[in-house]
């Protein structure tokens, strides 16, 4: 079945430094839906960004992200850390069983920004 | 503000208990889910509903149950919880679309002694 991957289970860094976490996915569909949720502490996930375009780099909040069907990889970055992006961030597929169109979570990635 | 709710924010039980959570959606969305996040954090999908149509996962134990009374409801029951069932349990919903962003509710926190 489809399934994501986050190879990094925890990431620490310096505020400043820029940050990358990785995504990678598996799926039968040719045309995947990836997102990527955040989730702060005591909230629930909600909505980073999202893209189903080849190659076309979607912002937003200052996160990026680039769909690769090639490599099958979407992995989320920014250019400078701020200690309020410290968080749990979950890549996502969106899966269609009969039309229900579920997300497939990865295993998540806990940034923790430092000062 | 229009909102996904969900009631209890927390509920503590014991083995061979039954629980019942409540979900509530007021965005006019036409799916709903429920996830369970363990506590290393891994979130899973348990069921999806629309259209009356209820989609389960295979590896959801039988003593789940989702009960929905309109398509802004979905609550969940759990009969004779076990140890394993503690996680929070997250409600969503979105459009029908394949590209639509999921919208979660607070979640309820389920602690079995």
């Known amino acids: 079945g489809d399934s994501v991957t986050q190879t990094e289970g925890l990431v620490t860094l310096t505020e400043g430094l820029p940050v990358m976490l990785n995504c990678t996915y598996q799926?039968?569909?040719?045309?995947?839906?990836l997102f990527w949720y955040v989730q702060h502490l005591n909230e629930s996930p909600r909505l980073l960004l999202k893209s189903f375009t080849d190659n076309k780099r979607t912002e937003h909040q200052g996160f990026h992200a680039t769909l690769h069907k090639s490599s099958s990889s979407f992995h989320l970055q920014k250019s400078s850390a701020q200690l309020s992006d410290s968080a749990l961030y979950y890549c996502?597929?969106?899966?269609?069983?009969?039309?229900?169109?579920?997300?497939?979570f990865g295993s998540g990635t806990q940034l923790t920004v430092m000062p | 503000e229009t909102a996904v709710f969900q009631t209890p924010n927390y509920h503590v039980t014991q083995v061979g208990n039954e629980v019942s959570f409540n979900c509530k959606q007021t965005?006019?969305?036409?799916?709903m889910y429920w996830y369970k996040q363990d506590s290393k954090k891994l979130l899973k999908i348990m069921f999806s509903y629309n259209n009356k149509q209820l989609i389960v996962n295979e590896t959801v134990p039988r003593r789940f149950s989702p009960q929905s009374s309109d398509k802004a409801h979905l609550n969940l029951r759990i009969k004779s919880v076990e140890p394993e069932d503690s996680a929070v349990y997250l409600c969503?919903?979105?459009?029908?679309?394949?590209?639509?962003?999921?919208?979660f509710g607070p979640g309820t926190r389920l602690t079995v002694l």
């Open positions: 965005l006019g969305h036409d799916t």
């Open positions: 996502a597929l969106s899966d269609c069983p009969s039309g229900s169109w579920q997300l497939i």
């Open positions: 799926t039968i569909y040719s045309n995947p839906f």
């Open positions: 969503a919903s979105r459009v029908q679309d394949n590209y639509a962003e999921q919208f």
